[in-house]
Nanobody, 123 residues
């Protein structure tokens, strides 16, 4: 009933920048939290950044000072501005959201994931 669609991934040289976007659509009543995770080949998925409805943010230590997470004005979008990219940032990046879905019987809170977008950083 809810879809998250990421975009903005690609190939960039070390030191370059990319901006990832994620848009949520469907029968959405509220979005409490949106965030970005990433998974490199052979490694476990890790949290990159999150932003809550109250505006607070949290970042992985490895990206602090380089990445910035933000919400769109419509509050159904989230962005990840990635600067000073390093080869170790190479991964598939996934959008994640905690969403309250409007159903006929009421509101149901669930976690949703996007399909992922590839980010590759070359030396």
């Amino acid at each position: 009933q809810v879809q998250l669609v990421e975009s903005g991934g690609g190939l960039v040289q070390a030191g370059g920048s990319l901006r990832l976007s994620c848009a949520a659509s469907g029968s959405i009543f509220s979005i409490n939290t949106m965030g970005w995770y990433r998974q490199a080949p052979g490694k476990q998925r890790e949290l990159v950044a999150v932003i809550r409805s109250v505006g607070s943010t949290n970042y992985a230590d490895s990206v602090k000072g380089r990445f910035t997470i933000s919400r769109g004005n419509a509050k159904n979008t989230v962005y990840l501005q990635m600067n000073s990219l390093k080869p170790e940032d190479t991964a598939v990046y996934y959008c994640n959201a905690d969403i309250g879905v409007l159903r006929f019987e009421g509101i149901r809170a669930d976690e949703y994931w996007g399909q992922g977008t590839q980010v590759t950083v070359s030396s």
